[in-house]
């Protein structure tokens, strides 16, 4: 079936414009994390939705960074007054947890979003 | 806090060479291990992962055992293929998968 899907693929912004980062989950999958891969850096986590449950957003680096999930499925990440240092690959990552705590995730693509 | 520590790379190796890439952790309970992988130009996919101590994950001849002893969860590979070229990531779990832990990455070159 469909994987995780994120749009755009790649986003080229000019410093202090606001950007959308979309991702498109698995079906049926009830968590969605977001992820930031800069360069040469690892993973860092941003912000995770679980159903209905409050999202965590213990990873978000400021206050210019937020993001939704409509109904359960599809979620933004926007990014207000991009700045440089934003310039990274942005990752949506599904998971069912249907089966308790140690399920996978599955990744998108990434957004590769450059901040000019 | 939990952290994820991976040996630094880049690690280069002849094709079917041994492959060790370490990882150990620091974590708040008992977490689930894993190794994702990431080709180039691809996204992220699942390469193994452990749920409990002493169990060994497995796929494309990698392998990885958890080991609580240690808090460590080194992957290994007896003969690497040009084709494993990419960035390998230790990673952990806890708190029902709330709290995903990444290690940076290690980026390995198999060279024909």
């Known amino acids: 079936g469909a994987g995780v899907s994120q749009s755009p693929s790649n986003k080229v912004t000019e410093k202090g414009k606001d950007v959308e980062l979309r991702c498109d989950p698995i079906?049926?999958?009830?968590?969605l994390y977001w992820y930031r891969q800069s360069l040469g850096q690892g993973l860092e986590f941003l912000i995770y939705f679980q159903g209905n449950s409050a999202p965590d957003k213990s990873g978000l680096p400021s206050d210019r960074f937020s993001a939704e999930r409509t109904g359960g499925s599809v979620s933004t990440l926007t990014i207000q007054r991009t700045q440089q240092e934003d310039s990274a690959v942005y990752l949506c990552a599904s998971s069912p947890m249907d089966r308790g705590p140690f399920e996978t995730q599955y990744f998108g693509p990434g957004t590769r979003l450059l901040v000019l | 806090g939990n952290s994820v520590t991976q040996m630094e790379g880049p690690v280069t190796l002849s094709e079917e060479a041994f492959l060790t890439i370490n990882c150990t952790y620091t974590?708040?309970?008992?977490?689930?291990l894993f190794w994702y992988v990431q080709y180039p130009g691809e996204g992220l996919q699942l390469l193994l992962k452990a749920t409990k101590a002493d169990d060994k994950g497995s796929n494309k001849g990698f392998e990885a055992t958890y080991r609580k002893e240690t808090t460590s969860f080194h992957l290994e590979k007896g003969s690497v293929q040009v084709s494993d070229s990419a960035v390998y990531f230790c990673?952990?779990?806890?708190?029902?998968?709330?709290?995903?832990?990444f290690g940076p990455g290690t980026r390995l070159s198999v060279l024909p």
């Open positions: 990673a952990l779990s806890l708190n029902y998968g709330q709290n995903f832990v």
């Open positions: 079906s049926g999958h009830t968590a």
């Open positions: 974590a708040t309970g008992y977490p689930s």
